[in-house]
């Protein structure tokens, strides 16, 4: 009796690590960064949160932004992240960013990937009007996460 059980188990893992990579985008958190590159004054999520507020109400002191993924994988040799940003639209086209970043996978764990949008490129946006986070494994989507605007 044992017998069967164990091969239908070893043929269900057999298949299981033969699968194709899978993998999900978690929770996407765009954050305003002030003149020192911070996002936050302390480890505190309720002081992240309200010096973000801060940011938002007082533009002078915006340096950029970073969007903070977090990220599951497993499977995948070649895994990628990818974030593209719209800005506000000024006569034409809206400007558009692509943010990219290689990934390790796990296995069980989520991770957490930090990708800034600073300098020109964050001058040249202006205001963030939408943005999708992308994982991929190779040229294979496996993840996805979009604003409500994209």
Sequence with gaps: MRRPILILLLG???CA???AATGKVIKVLPQFL????HSAISPSL???DAYQAFLR???????GMRFAVQWKAKGSSAAKL?????????GGLPPRVVLEQPVKSGFIFSHWAYLPLTGGDYKRIGEVTAWRATLWDGDKLIGEQKSFLW
């Design 17 to 19: 690590a033969a699968s």
């Design 46 to 48: 309720y002081d992240r």
């Design 34 to 37: 002030d003149l020192k590159g």
């Design 82 to 90: 990818r974030v593209e940003i719209r800005g506000v639209a000024q």
């Design 12 to 14: 269900f893992i057999m």
């Design 57 to 63: 109400q007082h533009t002078t002191n915006i340096s």
